[in-house]
């Protein structure tokens, strides 16, 4: 039952942001109550930071940051992803 609540509110969580970007990634960073999103494009990532820092979520406030993005090269190949770390940072 618990596990339910919590794949449910996950999921939520992830509408959240699939809304500005539908193929993002996610990486949940337990030790930091983080999660880390993975965009496609710079674009998606800022309008995402734009309109969800500070966004209420069952009762907290997410907190959105940009993270830094190290990219290895390979052959000519562009590094086409953007990062933002969120945070649910309690009101």
Do not use: T
């Not at 039952?1 to 999921?11: A, F, G, H, S």
């Not at 406030?61 to 309690?90: E, G, H, M, P, R």
Request: aromatic share 14%; with cysteine.
């Amino acid at each position: 039952m618990i596990m339910q609540l919590v794949v449910c509110m996950q999921e939520n969580f992830e509408s959240l942001f699939h809304h500005y970007d539908v193929s993002a990634q996610f990486q949940y960073l337990k030790s930091f109550r983080r999660a880390r999103i993975i965009f496609q494009s710079l674009a998606s990532a800022a309008a995402a930071h734009q309109q969800l820092y500070n966004h209420e979520y069952h009762g907290q406030q997410i907190k959105c940051y940009y993270a830094q993005v190290v990219c290895l090269f390979v052959c000519l190949s562009v590094c086409a992803c953007s990062y933002i770390d969120a945070v649910l940072c309690s009101g």
